[in-house]
């Protein structure tokens, strides 16, 4: 089965300041990835995902990420924090074959000072 | 945004009763999920189903059954409440098994006293 670590369980920026968020999985090939935010009170909203082909891949609201094989990551990253980008952002697993069911990490919260 | 209902969004239950939450989506996806989301462990699944009458077990489904009689209808019920069950439950769906972006409800916060 696979699984998701985020290793942070909360990140302080201030406003302006690059981010970086970590993802690590485990599972036996490649699998999808996805990072989802969720604000206050409010469901998840998907950012962005990963199937195959270019390992960078370009989400909403400004936000990237990178497959990183060889260290099993799914980094998510924005250059220039916003303060409306305080939220939980959780990081998903989903096999490439077989269920294709999600699974999450434990979420990581940004908090953005002015 | 996607069209997925939850009912209710809040509710307050005593220990031993019966609870039923309600995910009404209008997307006609195939595959519909319970997650529970509790501080420090992230969403965790319940149940889900891949079609009606289609359901199976995810890795958290003690005290809980799901039902689906309709597409668009996945009902999750707790027979007999806890205070271990007081969580915030989501309703999420995808549209098919490779299309694995999920869709969420808007969560219902359960507490059970």
């Known amino acids: 089965a696979q699984s998701v670590t985020q290793p942070d369980i909360h990140i302080t920026v201030s406003e302006g300041a690059s981010l970086e968020l970590r993802c690590n999985y485990s599972y036996g090939a490649t699998p999808y990835l996805f990072w989802y935010v969720q604000s206050p009170g409010q469901g998840l909203q998907l950012l962005l995902k990963?199937?195959?082909?270019?390992?960078l891949v370009q989400g909403i609201k400004g936000f990237e990420a990178e497959f990183k094989r060889s260290q099993s990551s799914f980094n998510l990253r924005k250059p220039s924090v916003h303060w409306s980008d305080a939220a939980e952002y959780f990081c998903?697993?989903?096999?490439?074959?077989?269920?294709?069911?999600?699974?999450f990490g434990r979420g990581t919260s940004l908090i953005v000072h002015p | 945004d996607a069209g997925i209902t939850q009912s209710p969004r809040h509710k307050v239950t005593e220990t031993g009763t019966p609870v039923t939450l309600r995910c009404h989506q209008t997307e006609n996806h195939r595959y519909m999920y319970w997650y529970r989301q509790d501080p420090g462990h992230g969403l965790r699944l319940i149940h889900y189903?891949?079609?009606?009458?289609?359901?199976d077990k995810g890795e958290v489904s003690d005290g809980y059954s799901v039902s689906r009689s309709k597409t668009e209808d996945f009902l999750l019920t707790l027979e007999s409440a806890t205070s271990s069950q007081t969580s915030v439950y989501f309703c999420a769906i995808t549209a098919t098994e490779q299309n694995t972006e999920a869709f969420f409800g808007q969560g219902t916060r359960l507490t059970v006293v």
């Open positions: 990963y199937f195959s082909g270019d390992t």
């Open positions: 189903s891949y079609g009606v009458k289609d359901t």
């Open positions: 998903a697993v989903a096999p490439s074959g077989g269920s294709y069911i999600p699974t």
